[in-house]
Nanobody
Framework: QVQLVESGGGLVQAGGSLRLTCAASGRTFSSYTMGWFRQAPGKEREFVAFIWGAGVTSVLDSVKGRFTISRDNTKAMVYLQMNSLRPEDTAVYYC?????????????????WGQGTQVTVSS
């Protein structure tokens, strides 16, 4: 069983930055693919970024060059650095873990989810 707890969300002006943190429990954290997803009001949950293996990453096209995902296996932590934030980035951001190794941007393939953290970007 893996428990995930996100933090770092908040209200920021457009162009600002936030760093989301996901703290994970579990003895096999390093083998998990970790992902960030987001859900805006009235919209489907969408993939934002994942990281797996020796640091292979992928991010949503609309956040490329602005968002960076990273992890620290010694601390069982995953981070999402978000720069140049835009109002359209406003959403609840969720951390997720996938026990089956390998890359995936599909929410349905992730076994464990955090409770989410709100990110609001004002114009």
């Amino acid at each position: 069983q893996v428990q995930l707890v996100e933090s770092g969300g908040g209200l920021v002006q457009a162009g600002g930055s936030l760093r989301l943190t996901c703290a994970a429990s579990g003895r096999t954290f390093s083998s998990y693919t970790m992902g960030w997803f987001r859900q805006a009001p009235g919209k489907e949950r969408e993939f934002v970024a994942f990281i797996w293996g020796a640091g292979v990453t992928s991010v949503l096209d609309s956040v490329k060059g602005r968002f960076t995902i990273s992890r620290d296996n010694t601390k069982a932590m995953v981070y999402l650095q978000m720069n140049s934030l835009r109002p359209e980035d406003t959403a609840v951001y969720y951390c997720a873990a996938r026990s089956r190794p390998g890359p995936s941007s599909a929410a349905s393939t992730y076994n464990y989810w955090g409770q989410g953290t709100q990110v609001t970007v004002s114009s």
